[in-house]
């Protein structure tokens, strides 16, 4: 149990473009999504927390206008990187928590690289 | 200062043996620990939680000491698939529940 898929699990795009990311929880209901990214040999950092309904609530230093959030189900939370540059080419990664439970479970990511 | 520190390794280990590091964390009010296992290119998997009075799972065995702010893991008998990298994750539970990644340690177990 416990399951949460991503898609896609890889994207190429060029410069300027938009990209979707679906974060799905597949056998359970998530009250809470997180997205992570993780930049090589870095760890993951926060970039927001969504919550079914609500407005994400993004981390310091992470442009919400450039990161839209939307979490408009209890099992789909959806990250779109709006005009993506190279820099923005990194792994994303999202988890999905139950409730006020700690535990959260982590999707296999995205990683995605903008030429 | 990062909220949780991490020596990153690598850590070369000969398979068999016992490897152990620690974490740092700089948050005194931090409710819960853990620790996760990344392999290269994948998400993190939880590998333990860490409680105050010590745990131990198969090899691994997790310490936490809250006056000195650290959490160690420890392996015993390591295999050649004990290689990735270990996150040490922090939750502050006042904060809604956001986990704090440090930034890992790299273990290499080599035959």
């Known amino acids: 149990g416990a399951v949460v898929s991503q898609h896609p699990s890889w994207v190429i795009c060029k410069s300027g473009t938009s990209v979707k990311i679906e974060c799905r929880s597949l056998d359970f209901q998530a009250t809470t999504m997180f997205w992570y990214r993780q930049f090589p040999k870095q760890s993951l950092m926060l970039m927001a927390t969504?919550?079914?309904?609500?407005?994400?609530?993004?981390e310091q230093g992470v442009e919400k206008d450039k990161f839209l959030i939307n979490h408009a189900s209890l099992t789909l939370s959806t990250l779109t990187v709006t005009s993506a540059h190279p820099e923005d080419s990194s792994f994303y990664i999202c988890s999905a928590s139950i409730g006020n439970q700690e535990t959260q479970y982590f999707g296999p990511g995205t990683r995605l690289l903008v030429l | 200062r990062k909220e949780v520190e991490q020596d990153p390794g690598p850590f070369n280990v000969p398979e068999g043996a016992t490897v152990a590091f620690n974490c740092t964390y700089s948050?005194?009010?931090?409710?819960?620990f853990f620790w996760y296992r990344q392999d290269c290119r994948k998400e993190p998997k939880l590998l333990m939680s860490?409680?105050?009075s010590g745990n131990e799972d198969g090899r691994f065995t997790a310490q936490l000491n809250r006056a000195s702010q650290y959490i160690s893991l420890l392996i015993r008998d390591s295999k050649l698939s004990d290689s990735a990298t270990y996150l040490c994750?922090?939750?502050?539970?006042?904060?809604?529940?956001?986990?704090?990644f440090g930034g890992g340690t790299r273990v290499l177990v080599k035959p």
């Open positions: 994750v922090v939750n502050g539970k006042a904060a809604g529940n956001k986990l704090t």
């Open positions: 860490v409680y105050s």
């Open positions: 969504s919550n079914e309904g609500s407005k994400a609530t993004y």
């Open positions: 948050n005194s009010a931090s409710q819960s």
